[in-house]
């Protein structure tokens, strides 16, 4: 990516998709240029905490909401210590930003972090494009990097493709740290952080957790150097098909209680000896329904995959270690939302309990958490 900043406001912009299909509109954020995968989020609020998930590394966000930026940026809300997405499409940006805790303009976030955006185009069509065609590779220019159609296009079509990309290692930490129990100390949990949102270590934390965040390149031994009751495996971004299942083969050998989502809850199913697949367009926003199946419970939920599980819905599995079975459901689209076994204390969920931002009916799932490491500990 090449950035100026220089004329943001006015610089006409174009955005090109690898099929052709291009939109122009003007500059939003830094001018330049920029390539990824062209994805849309539903969320309709929530886009500070949407542009800090590492999970969304190396993707051009498609908000389908027509107007953002009116409550502008704050210093509290950020989920990492930086914006992630490659590349920012909105139709309407805020001019004025109006919230008693924004410190300055969304654009402003934007330039100041070198984040190549669009705004003034169709954000309604580009997404029914992408809902028929799927995510596809993109790429927004403005300023001096504007050229003919066909040498924006040919760049495109060079930039390399979602499917088989190894990305956790370039958004997790490269030192652990440890996020304190809030109250009394209850239990510890190592959290391999393969993209972590900084408000999931926080939700357990509420639990009486201390959390031990780790690398995406932790050794089994790294794990339980800090002796765990339970381990958590994180978000974040990429093809679960590069990853290496050797950290959680060993928990799930040793039987520790453990608890993964959304990109955790691919690794799982892949050790379990579940295919991983990627998805036509993915499910991202805050606003998805799913179904527990283990109560009947339907929930409002945050998502942001490209890739789900490949498990059967409707019967139980054996797997290298014990029964296994799906426990969530999408009801859009009949998508595997979560796995549980039954012969010991593991489960995951493809979407974000976390919150952040979305909706709370999720929050349970800590402390279905917190309940297995109580029954292994009694």
Same mark, same amino acid.
């Given at each position: %990516?090449?950035?100026?900043?220089? +004329?943001?406001? =006015?610089?006409? /912009?174009? $955005?090109? &998709?690898?099929?052709?299909?291009?939109?122009?509109?003007?500059?939003?954020?830094?001018? +330049?240029?920029?390539?990824?995968?062209?994805?849309?989020?539903?969320? %309709?609020?929530?886009?500070?905490?949407?542009?800090?998930?590492?999970?969304?590394?190396?993707?051009?966000?498609?908000?389908?909401?027509?107007?953002?930026?009116?409550?502008?940026?704050?210093?509290?809300?950020?989920?990492? =210590?930086?914006?992630?997405?490659?590349?920012?499409? !909105?139709?309407?940006?805020?001019?004025?930003?109006?919230?008693?805790?924004?410190?300055?303009?969304?654009?402003?976030?934007?330039?100041?972090?070198?984040?190549?955006?669009?705004?003034?185009?169709?954000?309604?069509?580009?997404?029914? @494009?992408?809902?028929?065609?799927?995510?596809?590779?993109? +790429?927004?220019?403005?300023?001096?990097?504007?050229?003919?159609?066909?040498?924006? $296009?040919?760049? !495109?079509?060079?930039?390399?493709?979602?499917?088989? /990309?190894?990305?956790?290692?370039?958004?997790?930490?490269?030192?652990?740290?440890?996020?304190?129990?809030?109250?009394?100390? #209850?239990?510890?949990?190592?959290?391999?952080?393969?993209?972590? #949102?900084?408000?999931?270590?926080?939700?357990?934390?509420?639990?009486?957790?201390?959390?031990?965040?780790?690398?995406?390149? /932790?050794?089994?031994?790294?794990?339980?150097?800090?002796? *765990?009751?339970?381990?958590?495996?994180?978000?974040?971004? +990429?093809?679960?098909?590069? /990853?290496?299942?050797?950290?959680?083969?060993?928990?799930?050998?040793?039987?520790? *209680?453990?608890?993964?989502?959304?990109?955790?809850?691919?690794?799982?199913?892949?050790?379990?000896?579940?295919?991983?697949? =990627?998805? =036509?367009?993915?499910?991202?926003?805050?606003?998805?329904?799913?179904?527990?199946?283990?109560?009947?419970?339907?929930?409002?939920?945050? @998502?942001?995959?490209?890739?789900?599980?490949?498990?059967?819905?409707? #019967?139980?599995?054996?797997?290298?270690?014990?029964?296994?079975?799906?426990?969530?459901?999408?009801?859009?689209?009949?998508?595997?939302e979560g796995l549980q076994l039954l012969d010991q204390p593991a489960f995951s969920v493809q979407y974000h309990p976390e919150a952040a931002a979305g909706p709370?009916?999720?929050?349970? &799932?800590?402390?279905?958490? !917190?309940?297995?490491?109580?029954?292994?500990?009694?």
């Open positions: %990516m090449t950035t100026s900043t220089r +004329g943001a406001a =006015k610089a006409p /912009a174009v $955005l090109v &998709l690898e099929d052709g299909r291009t939109f122009r509109g003007r500059a939003y954020g830094a001018v +330049g240029e920029t390539f990824g995968e062209a994805v849309f989020n539903t969320g %309709m609020t929530g886009y500070q905490e949407t542009l800090t998930d590492p999970s969304y590394h190396r993707q051009v966000v498609v908000m389908t909401a027509p107007h953002v930026g009116n409550t502008g940026v704050n210093d509290e809300d950020d989920e990492s =210590k930086q914006i992630w997405v490659a590349g920012y499409v !909105v139709r309407d940006p805020a001019r004025i930003p109006s919230n008693w805790r924004s410190r300055r303009s969304l654009d402003e976030q934007l330039t100041a972090q070198g984040i190549v955006g669009i705004s003034g185009i169709d954000t309604r069509a580009l997404t029914r @494009h992408l809902r028929e065609r799927g995510a596809m590779r993109v +790429g927004i220019f403005s300023g001096e990097a504007l050229a003919d159609n066909a040498t924006l $296009l040919a760049r !495109v079509q060079q930039a390399p493709e979602m499917k088989g /990309a190894d990305l956790s290692s370039e958004v997790a930490t490269t030192e652990a740290y440890v996020v304190p129990a809030i109250g009394e100390k #209850k239990f510890t949990v190592a959290a391999l952080d393969l993209g972590i #949102k900084g408000m999931t270590p926080h939700r357990m934390a509420e639990r009486g957790i201390e959390v031990h965040v780790l690398p995406a390149t /932790a050794t089994a031994d790294d794990v339980y150097a800090v002796d *765990p009751d339970g381990v958590f495996l994180s978000n974040g971004p +990429g093809d679960p098909a590069t /990853a290496d299942l050797t950290v959680i083969k060993a928990v799930l050998e040793r039987r520790t *209680p453990l608890f993964g989502i959304c990109f955790g809850n691919q690794l799982l199913g892949r050790a379990l000896g579940f295919g991983t697949y =990627k998805l =036509k367009y993915g499910h991202r926003g805050i606003n998805q329904p799913v179904q527990d199946r283990t109560t009947g419970k339907v929930e409002v939920t945050a @998502h942001n995959h490209g890739f789900a599980v490949e498990a059967p819905l409707d #019967k139980v599995s054996d797997t290298p270690y014990g029964r296994a079975e799906v426990s969530h459901v999408c009801l859009n689209d009949n998508v595997v709370h009916d999720a929050a349970y &799932l800590f402390d279905r958490f !917190v309940s297995l490491m109580e029954a292994e500990r009694a």
